[in-house]
């Protein structure tokens, strides 16, 4: 099933605790099962005594099975390779161990509610089960009172896999009766109960708002600006809307969605009302008493629903009167089904009016109304045919699709001669009228004909207006919030808050028990030099009469005069250098690099191969020739940041990761090409900066100057995110591109490439007056920058277009590649990195372009945002971003002006990002490492609710406990040793201190010179107290703390600390 595409249903991949199955719900579900088997034993299960289920292996493919619904029907979770047997007394699985693990926690609740024991048979990974089949099989025949008991298995599904092969020839040549209970299964799954209808409910309105918000609008502005795009591209789009149900104006979580087939696009006189329909590659065809159909159906959580539309174009006579009848047929056919009447009754009530209005259709009509719906797209049994003798109940869930088909019309156009009518609704049968789930998406004949008729282009085209269906049916509650007016925003806002909560809670439960993120410090891997080698031989060493300092740069070599002798060092082993020039001297001072310092680099293939030999830690030479000493210090330290340089840039190449090669245009394809652009990050060298040209390809884009050694290839699979900013109030216009993987530009490691032209020249008036605003020449150089702006944007927007038609082909699917535009309607100020930057939300990132470094964050990496120093009387607030990945540091956004904070409250609720406020800036990094080590006892205390500051605040207001974030330590506060609470780190420190520590550490980090350790000792004798101060020192200090006494008292309250 589709399932395994989006992981709704999918078992857990790590730990038994990743994920839980609802023990009510499986008691519930069992016992209905149960029950329904014994007292329909002999007319629907066959007679069996054991029923068996096999789910064969997942797969890619959208596809809908007895046995996988049945796995989610009772434990909530598709279990692939699984083979279960039930019977009165026993139910037998065989599965992996980590399956057999979360199956353990049912196995009470099932001896409770239906008196069965759980046997598991734990199938080995280089294990072929037959051992575990055998043992299932003699269970089976201890358990009968018939020498050759009945096993019911279901018939239809073919076996897929070695596991399941294996099994069925086992049974087979067991010697049993084997019953088909396909009939059984689709009537116990026929009757939903209310969670599976509020499921239904979810994927219908999502149905319906893509049919309405998204592909009826679409098809709009096609036929409106008369752009040609075919069936399959118009497929891709509207898959696309649907897994991403905000871009619909539905507010459901991407995960728990999927499409039940790819959306079916259908014109030009070919068409096919089967479910098992494709579209095309061709045009979509919209010319006069043209017919559009279009069917789309999604699902939530694995059930389904579906809706179909037919458009007509400019509509011939014969045409609308076949929808209308067609219309009237459908609703009749809705209007039947209610509880107590038989299936037949929907077709037989179609039927009757199409006989009555217009019986020349008869011949013409489907062969049925639809089918039963739910965890399977067409469930068997239920199909609304004519000879259908089932009875109808409340709680049955019906697809209601009826269509015309292979009508003929009088037209010599063969693209509109032929043509076929289709509606389709998903419906919930109550005790009461039927509930029409997809009726927001009108299918009245004044909504879906269009009339584009020369003769009436003085008219206005119809607008679309939603309108409920003549038949009288019960509202849909498909509605995901309230709409009940007299709830304030903030009110709707913090009702959905809670939910995400809760969600949110659950998500990160299961990710932390599966080991799916953890806490580090983000660091690789030390690189493993190879062997320093500065000679292979002593006969290589230069020789020189003079016994002085020498710089080899062919080797990379300093040669040192030690007891009259030239000794070689590598340049990699040296860590600084420097030089002193007294009077009459210069003292060179050389540093190496010696494992096992406070400071040293990690260990590499040297220091381990050489950790028993004795190192040279520093080295000082006296010359009387200062001239000489300081060419030799300047040549160490340029070879020195020369191989340094040559390192790090191999160090980074040999991370990346391989690209695809890129495929140059050919003759078929002309390259798509924007010229005169400038790249950041720049190529660097010494050499004047060379504007160049980005070239789309077949596979990848190619940046290149004049510079032959100047040129970025960039292969659209590696693209993560593709950006286009027009200058609006900027001084640029830019794409941008976020990627996967490293490249190198330059000798510069990056996942950020962007190209831009600057839309406004740099003007300087000579005279440095002012100009008056009505100054001809001023207008007419505004006029000038306004056009260019205006060329510019339109040459990227184009630019953008065409690589737009060029993604759409098939081999670019499964890349999903867009531009995507930031919305500077939802933009706010913040200070990312240094500098105060204007950072706006797109609908997939919040992003800032303009200012370097880069800032884009994916929303769907996001596990909270929390919003802190938000109190009142503040001007300003931050914003931690915490990623789902643990091991990333948090992202925060400083100094954001607190007229945006409803802003970003209302965007991130509407992306479903759950946010809290807190008071003060927390510190990140214990918590995470908090979290990471004991996630139990995290879900224990309330997961991210330790955040929620209105929680907090209820018991005490004043409390000091609201603001410490969260403190998982089970110790109270008061046993907690003064020496422990100084080593501890705090989650709460100033900025002051962090300043000070990465400064120190910064410090020490470099070669020591003379003026640095004379540095030290100072502040080793201030930190011994005032005994060692100066007189001076302790007269200021004095004269500042008297200055401070005088200061009178304010009643403004004492300004909390910033902490981090």
């Not at 949110?504 to 320093?532: C, V, Y």
């Not at 210090?633 to 191999?650: D, F, G, P, Y």
């Not at 990471?932 to 018991?955: H, V, Y």
Request: with cysteine; aromatic share 6%; hydrophobic share 35%.
């Amino acid at each position: 099933m589709a399932d395994q595409r989006n992981g709704a249903s999918k078992p857990p991949a790590g730990t038994a605790g990743a994920y839980t199955i609802d023990m009510g719900n499986f008691v519930k579900r069992l016992k209905a099962f149960y029950g329904h088997w014994k007292e329909h034993r002999a007319d629907m299960w066959g007679g069996s005594e054991a029923i068996v289920v096999a789910t064969p292996p997942s797969s890619e493919d959208l596809r809908y099975l007895k046995s996988s619904a049945l796995n989610i029907w009772l434990l909530g979770y598709e279990f692939p390779e699984t083979i279960m047997v039930f019977m009165s007394k026993q139910i037998h699985f065989l599965c992996s161990q980590k399956k057999a693990s979360l199956l353990e926690t049912v196995k009470q609740s099932a001896r409770d509610a239906v008196g069965a024991d759980i046997v598991m048979h734990v199938k080995g990974k280089n294990d072929d089960g037959t051992a575990a089949m055998d043992d299932m099989l003699r269970a089976v025949r201890a358990h009968s009172k018939s020498d050759s008991p009945v096993i019911g298995h279901i018939a239809r599904e073919a076996p897929e896999g070695k596991l399941l092969e294996t099994w069925v020839e086992k049974l087979k040549g067991s010697g049993f009766q084997l019953g088909d209970v396909t009939n059984g299964f689709s009537e116990l799954f026929a009757v939903k109960d209310e969670r599976e209808l509020t499921y239904v409910k979810k994927a219908a309105y999502l149905t319906s708002s893509a049919m309405k918000n998204f592909v009826v609008p679409k098809l709009e502005k096609i036929i409106d600006d008369e752009v040609k795009i075919s069936h399959s591209s118009l497929m891709d789009d509207t898959e696309k809307a649907i897994l991403e149900p905000i871009k619909v104006k539905v507010k459901l979580k991407p995960e728990n969605v999927d499409i039940c087939y790819p959306p079916i696009f259908q014109s030009g006189g070919e068409f096919d009302l089967k479910p098992s329909a494709t579209s095309n590659d061709e045009n979509l065809y919209y010319e006069s008493t043209s017919v559009i159909i279009c069917a789309i159906g999604s699902r939530y959580n694995s059930y389904c629903s579906n809706v179909a539309r037919t458009f007509l174009i400019d509509a011939n006579p014969m045409q609308s009167k076949a929808y209308e009848v067609l219309l009237k047929a459908q609703d009749a056919a809705i209007a039947a089904l209610r509880p107590g009447n038989k299936v037949s009754a929907a077709y037989q009530a179609a039927t009757s009016i199409v006989e009555k209005e217009a019986s020349e259709l008869l011949p013409n009509l489907t062969k049925s109304a639809g089918t039963g719906i739910g965890l399977e797209f067409r469930e068997s049994g239920l199909s609304l045919n004519a000879k259908n003798d089932r009875v109808l109940k409340a709680g049955m869930v019906f697809n209601v699709s009826l269509g015309i088909q292979n009508l003929q019309a009088h037209i010599k156009n063969p693209k509109t001669q032929k043509f076929s009518l289709l509606l389709a609704d998903t419906v919930i049968i109550t005790e009461k009228s039927p509930e029409v789930l997809t009726s927001p998406c009108s299918k009245a004949v004044k909504d879906v004909a269009y009339s584009f008729n020369d003769d009436e282009e003085e008219e206005e085209r119809p607008k679309r207006k939603a309108e409920a269906t003549p038949m009288e049916v019960l509202p849909s509650k498909a509605t995901l919030r309230s709409d009940n007016q007299e709830m304030s925003k903030e009110e709707l806002r913090r009702l959905h808050q809670a939910e995400l909560a809760r969600q949110k809670n659950e998500e990160t439960a299961r990710r932390l028990a599966g080991g799916g993120s953890g806490s580090g410090d983000g660091r690789g891997a030390a690189r493993s030099s190879g062997e320093l080698i500065a000679y292979k031989n002593v006969n290589d060493i230069p020789q020189s009469r003079d016994l002085v300092i020498q710089v080899d740069q062919k080797n990379e070599t300093i040669l040192l005069p030690i007891y009259g002798s030239m000794v070689p060092f590598h340049i990699s082993t040296v860590k600084s250098v420097n030089s002193n020039q007294d009077n009459r001297t210069c003292t060179i001072r050389i540093i190496f690099n010696v494992p096992g310092g406070p400071f040293a680099p990690a260990p590499d293939a040297n220091s381990l191969r050489n950790q028993n030999a004795i190192h040279l830690k520093e080295i000082t030479f006296r010359s009387k020739d200062p001239r000489h000493s300081s060419e030799v210090v300047q040549l160490i330290k340029t070879l020195r940041r020369q191989v340094a340089s040559r390192e790090s840039e191999k160090a980074e190449r040999a991370t990346l990761v391989t690209q695809e090669k890129l495929q140059l245009s050919g003759a078929k394809m002309k390259p798509m090409r924007l010229s005169d652009l400038w790249i950041r990050p720049s190529f660097g060298g010494r050499g004047r900066k060379l504007s160049g040209t980005l070239e789309a390809h077949v596979n990848g884009y190619r940046y290149s100057t004049s510079r032959p050694e100047e040129r970025v290839d960039i292969m659209y699979g590696n693209i993560k995110h593709a950006f286009f900013q027009p200058a609006e109030k900027e001084m640029i216009t830019l794409l941008h591109f976020h990627l996967h993987n490293h490249i190198m530009v330059g000798n510069k490691k990056t996942k950020d490439v962007q190209f831009y032209v600057e839309v406004m020249d740099v003007v300087q008036t000579l005279g440095g007056g002012r100009r008056s605003a009505m100054d001809p020449d001023e207008i007419e150089e505004e006029q000038r920058e306004r056009e260019r702006k205006n060329r510019i944007n339109m040459e990227f927007q184009n630019f953008v277009n065409k690589v737009h038609d060029h993604w759409g082909q098939p081999q670019f699917k499964g890349l999903d590649l867009e531009f995507d535009q930031p919305l500077r309607e939802l933009g706010f100020h913040g200070v990312p990195h240094k500098a105060s930057a204007f950072i706006i939300p797109t609908s997939s990132c919040l992003v800032e372009l303009i200012e370097t470094p880069f800032l884009v964050i994916t929303l769907s990496e996001i596990e909270i945002v929390n919003l802190e120093r938000v109190g009142f009387g503040q001007k300003n607030f931050d914003m931690a971003i915490v990623f789902k990945d643990f091991k990333k540091d948090v992202m925060r956004i400083d100094s954001i002006p607190i007229a945006s904070l409803d802003g970003i409250k209302e965007w991130l609720d509407t992306t479903d990002i759950k946010y809290y406020e807190s008071r003060l800036n927390l510190n990140w990094r214990p918590i995470l490492k908090t979290i990471t080590d004991d996630p139990e006892k995290f879900i224990e205390d309330g997961g991210w609710e330790f955040l929620n500051m209105e929680a907090s605040d209820s018991d005490s207001e004043n409390s000091e406990e609201s603001d410490q974030g969260y403190q998982p330590s089970d110790m109270e506060p008061d046993s907690v040793s003064e020496e422990e609470a100084d080593d501890s780190e705090s989650l709460v420190e100033s900025d002051e201190e962090e300043e000070e520590d990465s400064e120190e550490d910064s410090e020490e980090e470099k070669g020591k010179t003379w003026e640095e350790l004379e540095r030290e000792a100072s502040n080793a004798d201030r930190e011994k107290g005032d005994e060692s101060e100066s007189e001076d020192e302790r007269r200021r200090k004095k004269a500042k703390a008297i200055g401070k006494s005088r200061i009178p008292q304010r009643s403004v309250p004492a300004k909390r600390p910033k902490m981090r």
